[in-house]
């Protein structure tokens, strides 16, 4: 039996490949950086050439790295950016406009023009009817390429999201597919129906033919015969979800919470999907076998950001590290709040307009417990959310599973542990997102056996356990809903 599996973690800034072995750690690790490019306010793309040349140079650098050859790898797991898109000439292979990257804005007017579909799109996708979602973007590069949509209905372009793209060029052409968990973001795959919806691609005006295959995430995709015929990509899932395989969270009710620039929280609810009120969004987990297990997901848009915010824009701290040497300087934050709407407010108040604010603050304020404030508003935001999940998937919460840069706060975690009232758990591979595509694509290879063997490979490294009596916990919370209430009430003309 093969030793090691091959992940690649395809990224917004950069890509990475990392070797892991039945252990679950990450052995050995290479990293390319990924331009990204803002061609107008508001617009983000990259090349998408750049980001297969990137994942070649970190195959190759990994495998040198770590003195392997692909004939030691059992096979190959791809995670990537969800969202993002890529369009290609079939004939050269070739990009026909630059990937459009999630974060882009540039296909705004199409969603804009949409708005009154948002019940329906909905009701087949579980999302929002939003620039940030595929479909807008694959119709924006159709509108602004030469023959765009002739050239789609004469099945001449080929189009998908970063893993189709990978796979693409990984298998020299052959492998033409996508996973259940990259579809489902796409804003044309029907979550129910499990395939490509012709009515949403009629709305979307994109050719249903010219769509990829759409497969289980455990699944055997083809050679990898760029790099060797031997070796099989045998799993692929955005990111995120990902991340929630590899934080082993196979049964309903488990929560895991990615602590980054954003915070990502998604919630397993099960194999019947279940449609938010509340903004959140419904999204396939993960496939394997016939089986669909679906997650509840609530996105926070400024979670670590805060901290970089404290950091390069407020010069209160020199590194991210010392906000919790800042937090331990005071005893408690003392009655101040940040409600941090720098990007209006997501899940689950959805107020684009509001701005950030600060409440609480008296003479004696100091700049300890105003670090203090902003790494708990992070806590608290993350708690919105759960709340939320907890109420609509009527589940209860029993630990929360959590990674991300943000993690190694201590005070962060304790204080989310407190206001939770739940255990919070750090594991030892803090790759989970590139370790969940590995556990993947080893089920499929049969390099693991079964759920239960990838569950005993589950190592914690850290728990954090409530210390603040559920008394205080709700009052300081009381104070946040108020203080997030007058922020969205607050209108500065
Ligand atoms: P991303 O994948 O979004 O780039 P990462 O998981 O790499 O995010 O985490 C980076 C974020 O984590 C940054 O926003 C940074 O401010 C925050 N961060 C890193 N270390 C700490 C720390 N010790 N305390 C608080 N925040 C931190």
Redo the contacts with the bound molecule.
């Keep these: 039996m093969k030793k090691y599996i091959l992940s690649i973690d395809q ?3 950069s890509t990475r490949a990392i070797i892991f072995d039945r252990s679950s750690i990450a052995l050995f690790m290479a990293q390319r950086e990924v331009k990204c490019y803002y061609p107008k306010p508001g617009w983000v793309e990259s090349d998408a050439l750049e980001i297969w040349v990137s994942v070649i140079d970190v195959i190759n650098e990994v495998l040198v790295k770590a003195n392997l050859t692909m004939k030691d790898i059992d096979s190959i797991g791809i995670t990537n950016q969800r969202e993002t898109v890529v369009v290609w000439d079939k004939k050269s292979g070739l990009p026909v406009y630059h990937a459009i990257i999630w974060q882009s804005r540039q296909s705004k007017y199409i969603c804009d023009s949409l708005e009154d579909k948002k019940q329906f799109i909905h009701q087949k996708t579980g999302l929002l009817i939003n620039p940030y979602f595929s479909a807008s973007k694959i119709r924006f590069i159709l509108d602004n390429i030469e023959n765009g949509q002739q050239r789609a209905e004469n099945n001449e372009l080929m189009v998908g999201t970063i893993d189709t793209w990978i796979m693409y060029k990984m298998s020299h052409g052959n492998i033409y597919a996508t996973d259940v968990t990259n579809a489902s973001r796409t804003l044309l795959y029907n979550i129910f129906d499990h395939c490509w919806d012709e009515e949403l691609c009629k709305l979307f005006n994109i050719p249903i033919s010219m769509l990829c295959k759409v497969n289980p995430s455990s699944y055997k995709y083809g050679r990898a015969s760029f790099f060797s015929n031997d070796v099989y990509i045998c799993g692929v899932a955005g990111d995120q979800q990902a991340a929630l395989f590899g934080q082993t969270c196979f049964s309903k009710g488990e929560f895991k919470n ?5 915070c990502f929280m998604l919630t397993n609810i099960g194999n019947k999907p279940l449609l938010s009120q509340k903004g959140l969004l419904t999204t396939i987990a993960w496939q394997i076998g016939d089986e669909f297990t679906y997650a509840l997901e609530g996105s926070i848009f400024i ?6 915010w404290l ?1 390069d824009e407020m010069n209160l701290i020199s ?3 010392e ?2 040497e800042f937090a331990n300087k005071c005893q408690d934050s003392n009655g101040v709040y940040i409600v941090p709407a720098f990007v209006g407010l997501g899940a689950p108040y959805w107020q684009d307009d509001a701005k950030g604010a600060v409440f609480g603050l008296t003479r004696g304020t100091n700049k300890y417990q105003f670090v203090k404030a902003c ?1 708990e508003a992070i806590a608290y935001q993350c708690k919105d959310v759960i709340d939320v999940i907890k109420k609509e998937a009527n589940i209860d919460i029993k630990s929360l599973k959590v ?4 993690t ?2 201590n005070y ?1 975690m304790q204080f989310q542990s407190d206001i939770l009232h739940t255990n919070i758990i750090l594991p030892k591979c803090v790759e989970t997102t590139a370790l969940g595509v590995s556990y993947l694509s080893g089920l499929a290879s049969s390099y693991y056996k079964s759920l239960q063997d990838i569950n005993s490979c589950y190592c914690k490294n850290k728990e954090f356990h409530p210390q603040m009596s559920i008394k205080k916990a709700k009052s300081i919370y009381r104070g946040w809903k108020r203080a997030v209430r007058a922020t969205i009430t607050f209108k500065s003309k």
């Design positions: 990224g917004t800034t990615t602590y980054g620039t954003g979670g670590g950001a805060l901290v970089q950091r590194s991210a590290a906000s919790e790494l990674d991300g840069g943000a190694n706060n962060l």
